[in-house]
């Protein structure tokens, strides 16, 4: 078809598969293995149906940005919220990633940075992790049109200490440097203090793994005012209104609940914790975890075996068919239940 040659073509980003059967135990797409906070079962119950006549009201002035601003002692001005992190970063490449000069990000980590780089036609190049899965700072001090990585990263769990991220910030300032923290209420430290002192900075988080709520699609990004300007004024060019309003009043109910927040997080990292024990005496290795995965090898069976005869059993894991990291699998921190199933299989399996 003639037609064909004015399409946009791009390989679409492939999430983790979500299966259709119910009665499964899904570690496949680090989804928070506990329900969202009580406050937000309340705040749907009491969602007055009759508001949703109007359009949302503008991020700035809703419950959301107020509550997130409170929560992270900024201006809801150096706030930026979007439908998951995955729209908030979609945005900010098309926003900020706009020169002749490739864009730096590791060559193992969040699979959608090329997607975004591809489908937007922004340069790349990929620098490799070290033989631990380290990111090297000096890797990118080359001259490029900007930077992005994960900390921790994905689907690897290793973090990068703050120095090393302020030291890639500070050589970076002629470009955008966004850091992806989608798992760094696990066990991380946030680079979100260094926002005050660095104009080039940009931090996103999200509320899909550490806030129990994948569903609900809410995201955001904290920088200074002018970097959020600019990125609202590119939002406001493709749709107005993305945040619907049942996502603003039950996003703000969650933030709210600090408690409930904290104890889930500490679940996780304790589960996290007691996995890496019990997967270290079944013959695995991998690199010490600070988010809600375990990435890990097996030292005899290969992980596309078990990756095929766990989901034989119900239980699905991630795995990639891709480049120096094929024989690994990037496995969800469950409940205590659920992960006491996965080394039942797993002893079968590898045993
Ligand atoms: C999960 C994840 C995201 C995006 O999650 P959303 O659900 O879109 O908020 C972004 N970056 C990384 C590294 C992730 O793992």
């Not at 001259?143 to 970076?172: C, K, Y």
């Not at 749709?239 to 904290?262: C, I, K, R």
Request: proline share 6%.
């Amino acid at each position: 078809m003639k037609w064909e040659e004015n399409v946009r073509k791009v390989t679409p980003y492939t999430p983790g598969e979500q299966p259709k059967k119910t009665n499964v135990i899904k570690l496949n797409t680090n989804e928070n293995p506990y329900p969202p906070a009580p406050a937000v079962a309340k705040a749907a119950a009491a969602l007055n149906a009759e508001k949703l006549r109007l359009y949302p009201a503008f991020p700035e002035q809703t419950k959301l940005a107020e509550a997130l601003a409170a929560r992270y002692h900024i201006g809801t001005d150096q706030l930026f919220i979007g439908v998951g992190s995955d729209d908030v970063l979609s945005m900010a490449f098309l926003t900020f990633f706009d020169s002749d000069k490739p864009i730096l990000f590791p060559d193992i980590t969040y699979s959608f940075y090329d997607v975004w780089a591809d489908v937007y036609k922004i340069p790349y190049e990929t620098k490799q992790l070290d033989a631990d899965f380290q990111i090297q700072p000096g890797d990118y001090k080359q001259p490029n049109g900007g930077v992005i990585f994960p900390n921790p990263n994905a689907p690897t769990g290793v973090r990068m200490p703050l120095s090393q991220v302020e030291e890639i910030v500070a050589a970076n300032r002629d470009v955008v440097v966004i850091v992806d923290e989608a798992y760094i209420d696990f066990g991380g430290t946030s680079a979100l203090p260094l926002i005050d002192k660095y104009d080039n900075l940009l931090v996103v988080q999200t509320f899909s793994k550490s806030r129990n709520l994948a569903g609900m699609r809410i995201g955001f990004a904290c920088g200074q005012q002018k970097l959020i300007r600019y990125l609202n004024d590119v939002k406001y060019s493709v749709n107005s209104y993305t945040m619907n309003t049942a996502a603003l009043e039950l996003g703000a109910a969650a933030v709210q609940d600090e408690a409930y927040f904290e104890a889930c997080c500490q679940k996780i990292m304790a589960t996290r914790e007691a996995a890496a024990e019990r997967l270290s005496k079944l013959g695995f290795t991998f690199p010490k975890s600070y988010a809600n995965f375990i990435f890990a090898s097996h030292k005899t069976v290969p992980a596309r075996e078990i990756f095929e005869k766990l989901k034989e059993n119900d239980i699905y894991v991630r795995w990639w068919d891709k480049d120096r990291i094929n024989n690994y699998l990037r496995i969800t921190i469950g409940t205590d239940e659920q992960m006491e199933a996965l080394y039942q299989a797993l002893d079968q399996i590898c045993g």
